[in-house]
């Protein structure tokens, strides 16, 4: 299994708080990526990475920050939560883009973090 | 924004039966992806499909890639309790963009094998 830690597990956080979700690898990929998962909707990408400092916004970003000041981390920051965050959060890390032939490689999911905003 | 739909939501089967699984866009994706997930654990990767048209086979399953490839299908022959699980199909994005690895993600198919 690809070696990738999201932490913390599970956490209860009220409304107006700053939560801060971290996902660390060790397997020294470049990209990185945040996806919530919710049912009905498959994964949604909240924001990823391509390199170290270099991060982008994906389709639900609205409410998240995130940094990536070492390869091995991405931080996933919700500013102030609200209800429309519970959610469950997955750090995903992949080694390359795809070529032609190949297609992206794939993308080695951690076990992901359960949130609930109350 | 590509879009990915995928159906039905929800499978339940007796074991030994056969179903296929449906991913449908309007865009042209370069490669798919198909994952398999568990409870309290994250997608898996199965296959990805890249050549239009093609073909693959994992055991008893079977996924192709539309001609197109805007869309494509997961078959299970005999489905048994162990293939119980959340199946998602991701596309990859067209072919000559800057993607960074991106996936679009289908909503998923909750499948059900009763022994």
């Known amino acids: 299994d690809a070696g990738i830690t999201q932490s913390p597990r599970h956490k209860v956080t009220e409304t107006g708080t700053p939560v801060t979700l971290r996902c660390h690898q060790t397997?020294?990929?470049?990209?990185m990526y945040w996806y919530r998962q919710d049912p009905g909707h498959g994964l949604r990408l909240i924001h990823y990475s391509y390199g170290v400092k270099d991060t982008d916004k994906g389709e639900v970003s609205d409410g998240y920050s995130v940094s990536r000041s070492k390869t091995e981390d991405f931080l996933l920051t919700l500013e102030s939560a609200t209800s429309s965050q519970t959610s469950v959060y997955f750090c995903?890390?992949?080694?390359?883009?795809?070529?032609?032939?190949?297609?992206?490689?794939?993308?080695?999911f951690g076990n992901g973090t359960r949130l609930t905003v109350t | 924004t590509q879009l990915l739909e995928q159906s039905p939501q929800f499978l339940s089967i007796q074991e030994g039966e056969n179903l296929t699984v449906y991913c449908n866009s309007s865009s042209v994706f370069s490669s798919l992806q198909w994952y398999r997930q568990e409870p309290g654990e994250g997608p898996v990767l199965l296959v990805t499909?890249?050549?239009?048209?093609e073909v693959k086979k994992l055991k008893r399953l079977t996924f192709q890639f539309g001609d197109a490839r805007k869309d494509s299908s997961l078959h299970i022959t005999a489905a048994q309790p162990g293939d119980t699980g959340l199946y998602l199909c991701?596309?990859?994005?067209?072919?000559?963009?800057?993607?960074?690895?991106?996936?679009?993600f289908g909503q998923g198919t909750i499948l059900t094998v009763h022994p």
């Open positions: 991701a596309g990859a994005g067209s072919a000559g963009g800057t993607s960074y690895g991106k996936l679009t």
């Open positions: 499909v890249v050549t239009g048209g």
């Open positions: 995903a890390i992949s080694e390359r883009q795809g070529g032609s032939l190949t297609g992206n490689s794939p993308l080695h």
């Open positions: 397997e020294n990929h470049r990209y």
